[in-house]
């Protein structure tokens, strides 16, 4: 792949993509001390960068292919990508979901247009129920990474990027299967050979970083993770090749969940952005800008999603208050006497810590039946706020330990 291919898929999705912002961030770049960039593909009609990839694959069909219709394998933002811009171009679109896969997902790509199937527990089952109706119906199976014409229009947010901000000196992608971070590599590579640019992936999932070290795709054991949309076990091989052979990454970052909590938190305090975990990555890493060696320099961070489920936002919301040290959990252990929880309290008020919540609990605390164990969820400004409350505890007489 070479630059004129993601220069054609540019002019291919131009009347259908949305060209999202380059947004400079005084206050990230205050956050990070680097001159930050954020590109905001968020923002796109279906709330992902997977549409410039799924719009440059749609319309490189012939109007047979176009006919027969195509089939895709997703839970999430490709299952959106190409149920809107399948059904809007004419193209009967059929999206393979696991079972689990999230309400508001599914509910989206049918009121698209699209026909959902719901095949097996997992994104395997339903990958390869797709690519097995794909070969009994002909069918054309879209890859949610792994295809050259969807890497091509990945790519594209590259070319924007470049344009936009050309003595860019780092770029920061995060990275599932691969598609993303290839494709902006071949482009920014291409136009501007010294850009570093730098894979994020979750420490609970890192498929290229370990497929880096080992020379070729390799299937990693994962966990959960926020950034659920990089949860790929398996980067794809055309990414990979390409990654490989041009080299086109310079470092992977990997970052772990509270980073992306925090990360998300960032977002929303400071640019007033609502990102999901895998959009948030590229910020988490930045963070931590002086070990990456980007102090002072320009970087580029690729917000690539936006489709958070609402349901769980206010539990990352906590866990990144919890990473920030403004949230925090402490267990004192005190005499079971009148007067105990009262002197506990006040202590939290001469502090100037804020309670959310305490638990008393004389059913299931300490050995000596004449204590109890008092658990406090606190609000508090930073780290060393809550190292001062657990002082003027200790200093009280209470054994206190947080968590």
């Known amino acids: 792949m070479t630059l004129a291919d993601i220069q054609a898929a540019a002019d291919r999705i131009r009347p259908h993509v949305y060209r999202s912002p380059l947004h400079h961030s005084v206050q990230l770049s205050r956050l990070c001390n680097a001159d930050i960039h954020c590109k905001l593909d968020h923002l796109q009609i279906t709330g992902s960068f997977k549409e410039r990839g799924a719009v440059n694959k749609l319309l490189s069909l012939d109007a047979a292919q ?61 990958y390869d129920h797709a690519t097995r109706v794909s070969a009994e119906t002909g069918q054309v199976f879209i890859p949610g990474f792994d295809d050259p014409a969807v890497v091509a229009g990945a790519g594209t947010a590259g070319l924007e990027i470049l344009a936009e901000l050309p003595d ?10 691969g598609g993303l971070i290839a494709g902006i590599g071949v482009a920014a590579k291409a136009l501007k050979p010294s850009v570093r640019v730098i894979g994020v992936e979750p420490a609970h999932c890192p498929s290229l970083h370990e497929a880096l070290l080992a020379g070729h795709v390799v299937r990693v054991a994962s966990s959960p993770t926020l950034a659920d949309g990089l949860a790929v076990a398996q980067v794809g091989k055309v990414p990979f090749d390409l990654i490989k052979t041009q080299r086109l990454v310079d470092h992977i970052e990997l970052v772990s969940e509270p980073q992306i909590a ?34 002072g320099k320009k970087v580029a961070l690729v917000l690539c999603g936006g489709n958070i489920d609402m349901t769980v936002l206010n539990k990352i919301i906590d866990r990144g208050l919890a990473a920030d040290g403004r949230l925090c ?54 780290t060393d706020h809550i190292a001062e409350v657990l002082a003027a505890l200790q200093a009280d007489g209470f054994d206190v330990s947080p968590g």
């Open 329 to 382: 959990r402490l267990t004192c252990r005190a005499s079971d006497r009148p007067g105990s929880l009262a002197r506990m309290t006040a202590v939290f008020a001469r502090t100037g810590a804020s309670v959310v919540e305490v638990f008393h609990d004389r059913h299931f605390g300490p050995a000596d039946v004449a204590n109890v164990a008092i658990t406090a969820i606190l609000e508090t400004r930073d």
């Open 168 to 177: 860019v000196d780092a770029i920061i992608v995060p990275v599932g299967g």
């Open 66 to 126: 176009r006919r027969s219709g195509v089939i895709c394998a997703s839970a999430g933002n490709h299952a959106l990508a190409v149920a809107y811009h399948g059904v809007r171009l004419g193209i009967p679109v059929t999206v393979c979901m696991p079972k689990w896969a999230p309400l508001i997902k599914v509910k989206n790509c049918r009121a698209y247009g699209a026909t959902i199937v719901f095949a097996g527990e997992t994104f395997v089952d339903a």
């Open 262 to 295: 925090l990360a998300i938190l960032r977002l929303l305090e400071l640019e007033k952005t609502v990102v999901e975990g895998a959009g948030a990555a590229s910020l988490a890493a930045a963070l931590h800008a002086e070990q990456l060696g980007l102090t």
